[in-house]
């Protein structure tokens, strides 16, 4: 599987952005897909995570009820809506791959396809 993240941009507090991943390869429609994100200084952390049937998705604490992760299986491409964006949530936000377990799904290290990455700059 590979992927291409899409998306970021320079947004100001309280604003909305809509990331995208578009992934080839024939094993997209049954891997779970994660975003993951990486502000400076610190570790890479969960944000959200879709599993292949987009039935079942799980997000961090910190964006719970302001993101919402999708996934259109026919276009090959999973989502990350952004709303209610704070200063807090400026990061390089990364997607991610694989045939991932529930409880390992907020583990990035169970993920061995990874996005390049956008940026995501939320001015206060």
């Known amino acids: 599987v590979q992927l291409q993240a899409s998306g970021g941009g320079l947004v100001q507090a309280g604003g909305s952005l809509r990331l995208s991943c578009a992934a080839s390869?024939?094993?997209?429609?049954?891997?779970?897909m994660g975003w993951f994100r990486q502000a400076p200084g610190k570790e890479r952390e969960f944000v959200a995570a879709?599993?292949?049937?987009?039935?079942?998705?799980h997000y961090a604490d910190s964006v719970k009820g302001r993101f919402t992760i999708s996934r259109d299986n026919a276009k090959n491409t999973v989502y990350l809506q952004m709303n209610s964006l704070k200063p807090e949530d400026t990061a390089v936000y990364f997607c991610?791959?694989?045939?991932?377990?529930?409880?390992?799904?907020?583990?990035?290290?169970?993920?061995?396809?990874w996005g390049q990455g956008t940026q995501v700059t939320v001015s206060s």
């Open positions: 991610a791959a694989d045939r991932v377990i529930t409880s390992s799904i907020r583990i990035a290290k169970n993920y061995n396809y």
């Open positions: 390869g024939r094993t997209f429609s049954r891997s779970t």
């Open positions: 879709i599993h292949w049937s987009g039935g079942s998705t």
